[in-house]
């Protein structure tokens, strides 16, 4: 018998149809991967199974949790359910967990909660489901609060508080997408294990196909609030008929069209830079300590090429594209761009306007008060000039956007646009260079596609030069001539991208070459 | 909106009110006529006359004008030195700049208001330039707290680093991108202010230190009238609600002005 079956689920929200005519089941100990790209529909399935369904939202159909309809339930009994049969991991870990609370109390207050338990021996049961999520007791005892653990350890704090009472289902929405790879790798295999030994059946949310196709038994891909196709994991890419599925697939190895490296002429060449923090004083006297974010870093990117830069959260490397930026003060070394080098004055002002950069982010990139034409125009600030109608037109227009679009806010836009216009701010003032700081990384995998195929048009148009700064090492791989792997402050690996990738000859690299989810396993 | 409405009535009718006193009002406010004194509301007089005779809605409105001006110039005070300090204390977060202003802040909290005033209206005798003055200067923290707390979070987003990559300097950022987005907070601010320093202006004006006669001002007229409260209690109530029912009405526009400049709210459709 299943364990989660859903029936012809229906949703409307103010009348607004969300979810249409869902039907999936999950057995015991199966992991059900659950994909689709941001608004499908796919956390408000996991909502509705929960009851967790916003005001004024009308649901249709059945929903049966181990048997039991959960349409019906009242409120209270769905209480009880809520923790016990069901547990639900959420994406952002640093969030999900509150900081006032040790993780022994978070993980205790669970079991507590539904076991009626004593205090110490709710704690007792605490230390060992969180050993269950290979927190041992040594190295992690109780009293550890959030904010002393990683990201990855965080998740598993998580983790532990959704297994604790050995629920029957467990709904894991996007739970890997805030980890860099090699933790990611681990979160799954640990969410596996879980599963196997509890026979507990798993409802895997996700964007990323790659995560999902080498973990799950089955599949099914959502699209505007309907699953529009269902397979077996590992078959479905040579099982699938649907186009969109087919489009995902396709989008999500996209390979855009580039013309091969440039000249030999280095165009930014970094020099033994070194960046460093001051750490908060320990005592009122003492001298307080630097952490050295960046150590002794030195590469060229030439003319025309583009340069990747990999290496997981904390490495440095935002620390190292601020410093090229000449936003952060370098301890050491020294920074060129054209030969003339950056000197952190006024002066750069004319050298400057051969470099922009876009940032990840497509929400916060924007002064929510000014309108597009005024956003993208602020480069110009570097040329002394405002800029001409015409140069804005022409600016929307290269990245796919009508001319009409300057009079808009930028709330009016979806996530891809923004970074389309984000692109075009970056363009307008005709830089060589443009910095890509995890520019695509908060995309869905067609957005993401077109926004690739929009760089490599535009690189090949204006003959611009990427430096491609990203933790997503598939999509480096696949635009990038060459790659630098930076771990703790360091370049551990430089190299043509696809020997690098295909003979890592670094540790490090390989470590992380081998975290990376491939499709083509499945 | 209905909040937004009705704080804009209020706020109008009390401006309005000021505004006529200029040009027209019922009787002249300085004109005594002791015969016809403590007058209950008729319809010759809507809000009955005072314990000299005066027609209490001539100097209700009158009285308007006093309010207006202390709590304008001093909110302009507060405005015109605490934002830009505030800015400048977000730009150069963690330096010294950061901490003498802060701290030179954390001073003039330090004092309650109306002792300062009444420290001022000792040495330089009482008057509404003084009670201006004295509100006024508390106002400068308040403004400097506000916008310096909102203004590091705004340093924090990514625009921010583009118009570092543009070249901007501190002063043009915090011009351009930090001050219209922080905006809001300082219109909702500055209307609490507003209503605060009309009832800073009542207080010091009951004991004294205000306005003196014969310009009137509501504070002094709920003070005038204590004593008579049991015979005539409408020569209290009219002052009163006048100052509740503009506060009242600031409050309520300012809450509603923040919704409303703010783009992304005013989309989504009150």
């Known amino acids: 018998m299943s364990v989660l079956q859903i029936e012809n689920l229906s949703l409307a929200i103010h009348g607004a149809r969300i979810l249409r005519h869902i039907s999936l089941s999950i057995g015991p100990g199966e992991i059900h991967g659950l994909i689709g790209e941001s608004g499908s529909g796919k956390s408000m399935t996991a909502l509705a199974v929960m009851q967790l369904l916003p005001e004024g939202a009308e649901a249709s159909g059945a929903v049966s949790l181990a048997g039991q309809s959960v349409v019906t339930l009242r409120d209270a009994d769905m209480c009880t359910l809520r923790g016990a049969t069901v547990g639900m991991v959420f994406q952002e870990p640093m969030t999900a967990l509150n900081p006032l609370l040790n993780i022994g109390q978070q993980v205790a207050e669970v079991i507590a909660l539904h076991d009626n338990l004593s205090r110490s021996k709710a704690f007792v049961r605490a230390a060992e489901v969180l050993e269950r999520c290979e927190l041992p007791r040594d190295q992690f005892p109780l009293t550890r609060y959030p904010h002393e653990l990683s990201g990855g350890q965080r998740q598993r704090v998580v983790i532990a508080m959704a297994i604790a009472m050995k629920p029957k289902l467990l709904i894991a929405d996007e739970p890997t997408t805030a980890l860099d790879v090699t933790t990611q790798a681990e979160i799954l295999k640990l969410i596996k294990r879980l599963a196997d030994e509890d026979e507990m059946a798993v409802l895997l949310i996700t964007h990323d196909l790659a995560v999902v196709t080498g973990l799950a038994d089955d599949i099914s891909i959502m699209r505007n609030g309907e699953i529009v196709e269902q397979g077996k994991g590992a078959m479905l890419h040579r099982t699938m008929t649907h186009p969109y599925t087919k489009a995902l697939f396709s989008a999500s190895g996209h390979q855009p069209e580039r013309a091969q490296a440039g000249q030999d002429r280095a165009l930014l060449s970094v020099e033994n830079v070194t960046c460093s923090y001051a750490l908060p004083r320990k005592t009122l006297l003492q001298v307080p300590e630097r952490f050295i974010a960046v150590n002794d870093v030195s590469f060229e990117l030439h003319q025309g090429e583009s340069l990747g830069l990999v290496g997981e959260s904390g490495c440095g490397k935002s620390t190292l594209t601020r410093a090229i930026l000449g936003l952060e003060p370098l301890q050491s070394g020294t920074v060129r761009l054209d030969g003339a080098e950056m000197t952190g004055t006024a002066d750069d002002l004319a050298l400057r306007r051969k470099m922009q950069v876009v940032f990840q982010d497509p929400y916060s990139s924007f002064n929510p008060r000014h309108k597009v034409d005024r956003l993208i125009a602020e480069p110009f600030h570097l040329l002394g000039r405002t800029a001409r109608m015409d140069e804005i037109d022409e600016a929307l227009v290269s990245v796919g956007l009508s001319p009409t679009d300057k009079e808009k806010y930028i709330h009016e836009f979806s996530g891809g646009q923004r970074q389309r216009i984000a692109i075009a701010r970056a363009l307008i003032i005709r830089p060589e260079l443009i910095i890509l700081d995890e520019a695509v990384t908060a995309l869905d995998v067609s957005i993401r596609a077109q926004i690739l195929d929009l760089l490599a048009d535009l690189s090949e148009q204006f003959s611009l030069s990427y430096l491609f700064i990203s933790h997503d090492l598939s999509v480096v791989r696949r635009v990038t001539d060459r790659v630098l792997v930076m771990r703790a402050g360091r370049i551990v690996e430089t190299g043509e991208t696809e020997q690098v990738f295909t003979n890592p000859q670094n540790p490090y690299t390989r470590k992380l070459i081998a975290a990376v989810p491939q499709l083509s396993d499945a | ?270």
Request: aromatic share 8%; net charge positive.
């Open chain 2, 1 to 270: 909106m209905r909040n937004l409405i009705l704080g804009f009535a209020l706020t109008a009718l009390f401006l309005i009110g000021a505004a006529l006193s200029f040009l027209w009002t019922p009787y002249d406010h300085t004109v005594l006529e002791v015969t016809n004194k403590l007058k209950p509301p008729t319809l010759a007089h809507p809000f009955g006359t005072d314990q000299l005779g005066r027609d209490i809605l001539s100097m209700i409105m009158v009285g308007a004008r006093t309010s207006i001006a202390v709590a304008i110039v001093a909110v302009g005070i507060g405005i015109g030195l605490g934002v830009p300090l505030g800015l400048a204390a977000a730009a150069s977060r963690g330096s010294w700049i950061d901490e003498v202003i802060m701290r030179g802040n954390d001073l003039i909290f330090a004092f309650p208001s109306l002792l300062i005033a009444i420290m001022i209206t000792a040495v330089f005798g009482p008057s509404a330039v003084n009670a201006i003055i004295a509100i006024g200067i508390f106002n400068i923290p308040v403004f400097a707290r506000v916008t310096r707390g909102a203004a590091l979070s705004i340093w924090q987003q990514d625009y921010i680093l583009a118009a570092r990559v543009a070249g901007k300097g501190t002063m043009r950022i915090s011009v351009e991108h930090i001050l219209p987005n922080i905006a809001n907070l300082l219109i909702v601010q500055g209307t609490i202010q507003f209503s605060l320093g009309i009832l800073a202006e009542a207080a010091l004006s009951y004991v004294g230190l205000g306005a003196q006669p014969p310009v009137p001002s509501w504070g002094r007229m709920l003070a005038d009238s204590q004593t008579l409260f049991m015979i005539a209690p409408h020569i209290t109530l009219f002052p009163g609600c006048a100052i509740v029912l503009t506060v009242l009405g600031l409050n309520l526009a300012g809450d509603g002005l923040r919704d409303l400049l703010d783009p992304r709210i005013r989309r989504a459709g009150l």
